[in-house]
């Protein structure tokens, strides 16, 4: 089984920055993808970012790209998303996800597990 917190949400301005992490624990973590996906208030959940296992293939959704960064530190089981030019758009709270096998997907059914979430506003 593998456990996956996510950290770093908050408020931030409009135009701003904000980094997201997710740790995991549990099962391997560096032979699996990860991704960050997003769910705003009375919309469905969106892929946003994803990374395989050794961090050289990166995905991202179509409204994010040139603004938001994924990446990972195997060694300490953490995946990241630099967020910047934040928008109201992008107000949602996100969540973390992994998958086995090691492919990066924009399908929430690809991955097996799950973080709880965390709030990202952005103030205009």
């Known amino acids: 089984q593998m456990q996956l917190v996510e950290s770093g949400g908050g408020l931030v301005q409009h135009g701003g920055s904000l980094s997201v992490s997710c740790a995991a624990s549990?099962?391997?973590?560096?032979?699996?993808?990860m991704a960050w996906f997003r769910q705003a208030p009375g919309k469905e959940r969106e892929f946003v970012a994803g990374i395989n296992w050794s961090g050289r293939s990166t995905n991202y959704a179509d409204t994010v790209k040139g603004r938001f960064t994924i990446s990972r530190d195997n060694a300490k089981y953490t995946v990241f998303l630099q967020m910047n030019s934040l928008k109201s758009g992008d107000r949602a709270v996100y969540y973390c996800a992994a998958s086995n096998p090691n492919a990066v997907s924009t399908m929430m059914y690809h991955y097996n597990y799950w973080g709880q979430g965390t709030q990202v506003t952005v103030s205009s």
């Open positions: 549990g099962r391997t973590f560096d032979v699996l993808a």
